[in-house]
């Protein structure tokens, strides 16, 4: 095995067939992940051998189908794809939805940029008076895009998220906690729009 190299590797267990990703690294000890789609991958230290890799997922075993089953009950099958077009103007309306919210508080209209982000769903840029919405958004449902909005909106008044911030939300949209929460479990729709782009 190669150092640095992936290798796709199974392990037949009590459990069931675990095929998992084998990545030999410089660190000292074995390492498990199990990614957002149930993806299993072990780092090992250069001087263990791939039994041990083996062993070790077998051993584990247990855990990690465990580990599979739960992320794949969180996860919700997203919106299908859709146009760049039809994306700015789900996302724009979202904002449209929410913002006499916050006008009254004097909060101006802000510029909306829409971007694929890595790991956030939207930003704010107060100083210079624009929110990005991720294009992965699009892909929820709109009481969801609703929420990323008005998050956004509220860091006009609270740049951090102190309690002023939170206090904010629960006047403007009471259930914001139950929106973040499914919220979560769409996490596949930023890697796949992530996919989409390579």
Not at 109 to 115: A, D
Not at 146 to 172: I, N
Request: glycine content about 6%.
């Amino acid at each position: 095995m190669v150092k640095g190299v992936p290798q796709l590797r199974s392990v037949n267990t009590p459990n069931g067939l675990i095929t998992y990703t084998l990545l030999r690294k410089p660190v000292k000890n074995l390492n498990l992940r199990i990614g957002r789609r149930g993806e299993v991958a072990v780092s090992l230290p250069v001087r263990c051998s791939l039994k041990q890799a083996d062993d070790f997922v077998l051993e584990r075993s247990r855990w990690i189908l465990d580990a599979i089953y739960r992320q794949a009950e969180r996860q919700v099958e997203p919106l299908p794809s859709a146009s760049q077009e039809v994306c700015a103007q789900r996302l724009s309306a979202a904002l449209k939805r929410v913002y006499p919210l916050v006008e009254p508080l004097g909060i101006a209209f802000p510029h909306l940029k829409i971007r694929s982000l890595k790991s956030q769903w939207g930003n704010c840029h107060w100083a210079q008076g624009y929110i990005t919405l991720n294009i992965a958004l699009a892909r929820c449902p709109e009481e969801l895009r609703d929420y990323v909005a008005l998050h956004e909106l509220v860091h006009f008044l609270h740049q951090d998220h102190g309690t002023g911030f939170y206090t904010q939300m629960d006047v403007l949209m009471p259930d914001w906690q139950q929106r973040r929460k499914a919220l979560k479990s769409y996490s596949g729709a930023l890697e796949d729009e992530l996919i989409g782009k390579v």
